[in-house]
């Protein structure tokens, strides 16, 4: 199997990664059947050497950079040296920077001239617009609107039920929120990492079924605690992330660092920044499972209907539970 391996600037403001990902998305799709990957320039050794150890035939690095500066003509190449001489019966190919391809030059003067066309074509639209309007009032109470009809369109969730079981999932943060989520993963048997520099004590009374009423007596969760500061390394082979600091750099750059590698991320400050989100959910015995969701726009919502059901609802779910298993 061949591999693709894209390096990119480190970066923690959200969003910084959209164009990347999109790049990356078309790659898995118009190149099935080859490993396509990313990293940063500080993650790059690390995650080079992984790829390498996995049953690929060649590697092929893209430096996504458009200056041919110190990261391309000394930092990578020393790092692809390197680790060539380490695994020497793995061609690694290492591209030029986007700078210096041929097309790119063609393709930036390209977007210039389209904007500017585009640029002149509102700028004639909104004069257009502006003589058909009476005064000053009609064109704002028209952008009103108009904002207003776009902001209350969003897309929908798709709703879906994850195995976990033998995952390993990092969560991010040791407050009282993250040991919600934790307390909501143990049953699944997914392997949780917590990584904070506080982490509240009560995450050690979790690791036992005595303390657990999921677990069976005497059983142990999966849960290591790692009282430090949040590492990009911490990333390593993680199928799922909770961000659950009240950090905002810090949740950024988890999202940002997850994002790169594909790893889904769901951000408890901020669901819009999270690939998912985690409904309010009741259990009535072993079969039935009910959730809520409120799409992540209204959390206390979706609280009260929790309790509404619980109330109206938990005895003839738990009768249809006795029933199913007569």
């Not at 690390?46 to 500066?69: H, I, M």
């Not at 989520?181 to 982490?199: D, E, F, N, S, Y």
Request: aromatic fraction near 6%; proline fraction near 5%.
């Amino acid at each position: 199997m061949k591999a693709i391996l894209i390096i990119a600037h480190h970066c923690i403001l959200p969003g910084a990664y959209k164009g990347f990902e999109e790049i990356l998305d078309r790659l898995h799709h118009d190149l099935p059947g080859t490993r396509v990957a990313s990293t940063s320039l500080l993650d790059l050794e690390n995650d080079l050497r992984t790829l390498l150890r996995e049953d690929v035939e060649s590697v092929t690095l893209l430096p996504y950079l458009l200056l041919n500066g110190q990261h391309t003509k000394n930092d990578v190449p020393r790092v692809v040296a390197k680790l060539q001489a380490d695994f020497p019966q793995i061609p690694i190919t290492l591209l030029p920077c986007l700078g210096d391809w041929k097309e790119f030059s063609s393709m930036v003067v390209c977007g210039i001239r389209n904007a500017q066309l585009d640029e002149r074509t509102l700028a004639e639209a909104s004069c257009r617009r502006k003589t058909k309007e009476n005064n000053a009032l009609v064109e704002e109470n028209h952008l009103s609107s108009l904002f207003s009809r776009l902001s209350s369109k969003t897309s929908n969730l798709f709703s879906i039920e994850l195995n976990l079981e033998g995952r390993n999932v990092l969560v991010v943060g040791g407050g009282r929120i993250a040991l919600r989520k934790v307390k909501t993963l143990i049953p699944t048997g997914a392997h949780i990492t917590v990584v904070a520099p506080q982490i509240d004590p009560e995450f050690e009374t979790l690791k036992t079924g005595d303390k657990v009423p999921e677990l069976s007596r005497g059983a142990e969760a999966s849960i290591t605690l790692k009282k430090r500061p949040y590492e990009p390394l911490d990333l390593r082979c993680v199928f799922m992330v909770f961000i659950c600091t009240d950090q905002p750099a810090v949740n950024a750059q988890v999202s940002n660092d997850a994002r790169a590698r594909r790893i889904l991320v769901n951000n408890a400050c901020d669901y819009l920044d999270g690939d998912f989100i985690v409904p309010a959910r009741m259990d009535f015995g072993e079969n039935i499972a009910v959730t809520v969701s409120t799409q992540g726009r209204a959390p206390s919502l979706a609280k009260k209907l929790k309790q509404k059901i619980q109330a109206e609802w938990a005895e003839s779910l738990e009768q249809a539970e006795r029933e199913f298993e007569s």
